[in-house]
């Protein structure tokens, strides 16, 4: 990790720039796969999964019978892991649901909003060098509380053809309505445009490679839309001499072995802080079975000494990161003025991986500084608002004469007419 010390304001987002590549030629790549699926189906999946999962498959999807021989492969300590996560997450995105007020604007004139599941929903699950089945939690639970009808997942399968076990059964207790054996571009595809066997979803969620990112993105420019931009995971961490450097380390380094494209920040209040945590990463870097996916990532990393906190609290907000964990003293204060982050964690004894699994918080963050403008995944994700609004005789007259002058002033004459009508009928 490089170090700064006291920075200047101007240097920020140079220091801060994050780990980007070049997606034009990807874009090209990417969408030449998702016009052959467009067109072809199933065909076309075939082929693919071939070509880039190494297996042949005549069927994609799942069966019962698969599943519950991935529950019996599951052990029983996850399993019960897994329950006590399932619990808290659907307590936490339960309380979310939204209330139906309605709200009379002006005598005669009711209004309210009504949220409405969104009926089909896509999943993806990431299962290469880590099969992400929290991540079928974290999406599947919010889906099915929201009251989505069919909730739909796709996970790459190993070279025998198979998905993996746990991923299976974090699908079965979270209500997972269809899986299927897909993963990449091909599973993007699959979702946003049906085939002969994936049925057409109306949203996709779920995070990926940059092949999956960059296929989200692009067919959310026309067929469907995706649950946010995405990017390789991040966290900054904001340390003071009250912090536990091995705890720190081991924050950082959590987030590191996510991938090479991974980036950790740790902003501190003294050279001496830093020393420590940086002593740490390399005692706990060695001992991890992704070290070269952690030491990699280091490389894409900074540690900065800014001693005011104030200073502190604005290069954070410049910085957005995914995950913030505040380890300081006042960690309360700090927390209140952070306005971009995706999820916060608060003092020394919160770590980022307990909302990556059981806390009961969402996982999937805004990153790439899109926290500056979106929410995590939560209950709202799923659901759509719809209004209404009901005007009585009373309600009309009231408000009438405004929306004619209105539509007047915008030369909208019929606008104008549709409210004329019913008055000049009111009157007679």
């Known amino acids: 990790m490089k170090t700064f010390i006291n920075p200047d304001k101007k240097d920020w987002p140079e220091i ?3 780990p980007l590549i ?3 030629e990807l874009h090209t790549r990417v969408q030449s796969v998702l016009d052959e699926i467009k067109s072809r189906g199933d065909e076309a999946l075939r082929e693919f999964t071939q070509k880039f999962d190494d297996v042949q498959l005549e069927s994609f999807s799942v069966s019962e019978e698969e599943i519950n021989e991935a529950e019996q492969l599951v052990d029983t300590e996850l399993k019960s892991a897994i329950q006590l996560a399932s619990e808290n997450i659907s307590k936490f995105h339960a309380a979310q649901k939204p209330e139906l007020k309605k709200l009379e604007t002006t005598p005669g004139v009711t209004c309210w909003q009504k949220a409405v599941a969104i009926e089909k929903v896509g999943l993806y699950i990431p299962g290469g ?6 991540t079928v939690l974290m999406l599947a639970l919010p889906a099915q509380i929201a009251g989505c009808k069919e909730i739909v997942l796709c996970s790459p399968p190993n070279k025998e053809g198979k998905i993996h076990p746990a991923i299976l059964y974090a699908a079965k207790v979270s ?3 269809k899986i299927f054996k897909l993963g990449g571009v091909q599973a993007i595809g699959a979702m946003a445009y049906g085939s002969e066997t994936v049925p057409k979803t109306y949203k996709i969620f779920g995070p990926g490679n940059q092949y999956v990112m ?3 993105q692009l067919v959310s420019m026309n067929n469907v839309s995706i649950d946010m931009p995405a990017g390789p995971s991040e966290v900054l961490v904001v340390a003071d001499e009250t912090a536990n450097p091995a705890f720190v380390a081991s924050d950082l380094l959590s987030q590191a072995e996510h991938g090479v494209d991974s980036q950790v920040i740790l902003v501190a209040n003294s050279e001496d802080l830093v020393t420590k945590v940086q002593t740490e990463i390399q005692i706990q870097l060695d ?3 992704r070290k070269q996916f952690a030491a990699k990532a280091l490389d894409n990393s900074v540690a900065i000494v800014i001693t005011n906190k104030n200073e502190q609290i604005n290069l954070i907000n410049e910085y957005a990161p995914e995950h913030l964990i505040i380890c300081t003293a006042n960690y309360i204060e700090m927390a209140e003025r952070i306005s971009n982050a995706g999820s916060v964690f ?4 919160t770590p980022e991986s307990a909302g990556d699994y059981a806390s009961g918080t969402n996982h999937t963050l805004p990153t790439n500084g899109w926290a500056r403008s979106y929410s995590g995944v939560n209950l709202d994700s799923f659901l759509k608002k719809i209004t209404f609004q009901e005007i009585s005789e009373e309600g009309l007259k009231n408000i009438g004469p405004a929306i ?3 539509a007047a002033a915008e030369e909208l004459e019929a606008h104008k007419n549709a409210v004329t009508l019913r008055l000049k009928n009111l009157n007679e």
């Open 22 to 24: 070049d997606v034009s």
């Open 346 to 349: 608060l003092g020394n004894l």
């Open 175 to 177: 209500g997972v309505t």
């Open 16 to 18: 801060l720039k994050r």
């Open 214 to 216: 960059a296929a989200k």
């Open 287 to 289: 001992k991890l079975p």
């Open 129 to 134: 060098t880590a099969p992400l089945f929290s």
């Open 404 to 406: 004619q002058k209105m």
